[in-house]
T-cell receptor
């Protein structure tokens, strides 16, 4: 079945700088890759997703890139702000379910 | 308006007790899920239901029994609670099966077993 690896587990960036979180997946049949943000005490919230027919998708300060050949996908957050501090999860589909990475705790430093 | 809601938000109970968590979605979705998030924040699917039919059962102990009375509700009953059941349980829903459709999560139920 699908396996999703996510790095780093913790990331600290200065406010205003960019943050990049990387994931790899194992199942070449996966074709849907969502990213979730989880704030303290809340449920995961979908922030952006990408399907395998495109290589990049952007929504304001957030972008996701997908390399199907290498089975890599990444989340890029530019001009980071304090409210970006949260745990971020990448995920990939497989067997009618979503398999999540282990999460990246992002700290935005003042 | 809350899209996916769960009750209760917190649940503290003794080992050996039986408890239930309720979930409701008002998105008109066909598919609902239960996830368990452990202390390390790892999110793991437990069950999924599509149109009230069980689709996924991820080798969860049979002390856990989901019930879907209709498409908008998916409840989770847990018998003989154990210390290791302490976690945050999330309900989620999607328009169709998760491989294709976006999933929306509820706020979570933090279960503490003493």
């Amino acid at each position: 079945g699908e396996n999703v690896e996510q790095h780093p587990s913790t990331l600290s960036v200065q406010e205003g700088d960019s943050a990049v979180i990387k994931c790899t997946y194992s199942d070449s049949a996966s074709n849907y890759f969502p990213w979730y943000k989880q704030e303290l005490g809340k449920g995961p919230q979908l922030i952006i997703d990408i399907r395998s027919n495109v290589g990049e998708k952007k929504d304001q300060r957030i972008a996701v890139t997908l390399n199907k050949t290498a089975k890599h996908f990444s989340l890029h957050i530019t001009e980071t702000q304090p409210e970006d501090s949260a745990v971020y999860f990448c995920a990939a589909n497989g067997d009618d379910k979503i398999i999540f990475g282990k999460g990246t705790r992002l700290h935005i430093l003042p | 308006d809350t899209a996916v809601s769960q009750t209760p938000k917190y649940l503290v109970t003794q080992m050996g007790n039986d408890k239930s968590i309720k979930c409701e979605q008002n998105l008109g979705h066909d598919t609902m899920y239960w996830y368990k998030q452990d202390s390390k924040k790892f999110l793991k699917i437990m069950f999924s239901y599509n149109n009230k039919e069980l689709i996924i059962n991820e080798t969860v102990p049979n002390r856990f029994s989901p019930k879907s009375p209709d498409k908008a509700h998916l409840n989770l009953h847990i018998n003989s609670l154990e210390l290791g059941d302490s976690a945050v349980y999330f309900c989620a829903s999607s328009q169709g099966l998760a491989g294709t459709y976006k999933q929306f999560f509820g706020p979570g139920t933090r279960l503490t077993v003493l």
